[in-house]
């Protein structure tokens, strides 16, 4: 009885690291997207600020638009 209880419990230890395993899994990739995230958003918004900083410098200059030919 005892060795079946045992094995019992050896069973829900793997089944405990399984669980665990894949939890920190998830929160590893659910970190990195976070992070890939947070640097997408911060260098779009510096190239941002380069644009309107640029535009500033040299606003854009009136184009003519062309007449099509009849």
Known sequence: MK???SLLRQNAEIAFQ???VQTNSHERITNEIDENIRIRDEKTSRL???R???A???P???AK???PKS
């Open 48 to 50: 941002k600020a380069q």
């Open 3 to 5: 060795s079946m209880l």
């Open 60 to 62: 854009p200059t009136k």
């Open 65 to 67: 638009k062309n007449k």
């Open 56 to 58: 500033i410098i040299t």
């Open 18 to 20: 399984k669980t665990q």
């Open 52 to 54: 309107l900083a640029q």
